[in-house]
C-alpha cells in the first residue's frame, strides 16, 4: 500500500512539474505568433511607405504648377489606377487583416522655392485592436 502511494505522490509530483514547464512555452509560444503577426504588419506597412515615398518623391506632370495652393493639399489614391505591385500589396494587407488608412502630405518649404516635405504615413489596427503608425518623411525638390 505504501509503495502504491508513493508511486501515486510521484505521479502527481511529476504531472505538476510538466504543467509548470509547459504552461510558460505555450504562453511564450503565443506571444511568439503575436510578435511575428506585428512585424509582418509593420514590414508590410514600412515597405508600403517607402515604395509612396518613391513613388511621389518627384514633382508629377498632372499635379498642379509649383506655388499653387493644391499642391500642398492631401494626395488621393484612387482604387482605379492599381497595378500589379498595388494589388500584391492589397493581397498582403488582406491576408494580415490590415486595414490601412494612408495619408500623403506635401508641405512646402518657405525659404526654398520648389522645395517641399513629402510624408507619407500609414495607420491601421492590428488583430489585437492595438493602434499602428508608420510615417516617414523625404524632402524633394521641383526643379
Known sequence: MKRSGTGLVGILVLSGLLV???LPLATLSSRNVEDFQEMLERSTAQGLCLD????FNRYK???PMPGA???????GLSP????????????????LGMHPRPKIERTPVDDR???YRLQVSIAWTSLGGQAR???YARY????
Open 140 to 143: 524633394c525638390y521641383w526643379p
Open 61 to 63: 506632370p498632372f499635379w
Open 80 to 95: 482605379d489606377q492599381l497595378d500589379l505591385f498595388d494589388r500584391a500589396y492589397l493581397d498582403q494587407l488582406t491576408a
Open 113 to 115: 522655392p520648389g522645395l
Open 52 to 55: 509612396m515615398l518613391e513613388r
Open 133 to 135: 503608425e508608420v510615417s
Open 69 to 75: 495652393a493644391e499642391l500642398y493639399t492631401p494626395v
Open 20 to 22: 509548470a514547464l509547459v
